[in-house]
């Protein structure tokens, strides 16, 4: 079993910046990718970042690259989504997710879901 439990988001206006947070508890050495997902309303779920749990690998989409960065801090347990340059189109509720059968960084393959955070961008 793995909880993850997402933070930090909130109202924003166009440009500015925000942190997301994913604390992770459980039985977390069997997670070996992470990544962030979103969700706006009538709108497919978006894979907007993915981390291997050592860090090395990093993969973004187009979307969001340059802008969104995914990182950890073992000792704490915790993935980051820091997201700067933010715009409108960006408003949706984020998702922490976690994958025990790949390596591999990327939208598939995800396991564990955190309850999600709202991100709202305002123009």
């Known amino acids: 079993q793995v909880q993850l439990v997402e933070s930090g988001g909130g109202l924003v206006q166009a440009g500015g910046s925000l942190r997301l947070s994913c604390a992770a508890s459980?039985?977390?050495?069997?997670?070996?990718?992470m990544g962030w997902f979103r969700q706006a309303p009538g709108k497919e779920r978006e894979f907007v970042a993915g981390m291997t749990w050592s860090g090395f690998s990093t993969t973004y989409p187009d979307s969001v690259k340059g802008r969104f960065t995914i990182s950890r801090d073992n000792a704490k347990n915790t993935v980051y989504l820091q997201m700067n340059s933010l715009k409108p189109e960006d408003t949706a509720v984020y998702y922490c997710a976690a994958k025990t059968g790949s390596t591999v960084v990327g939208p598939d393959r995800y396991d564990y879901w955190g309850q999600g955070t709202q991100v709202t961008v305002s123009s």
């Open positions: 459980g039985r977390t050495f069997n997670s070996y990718a």
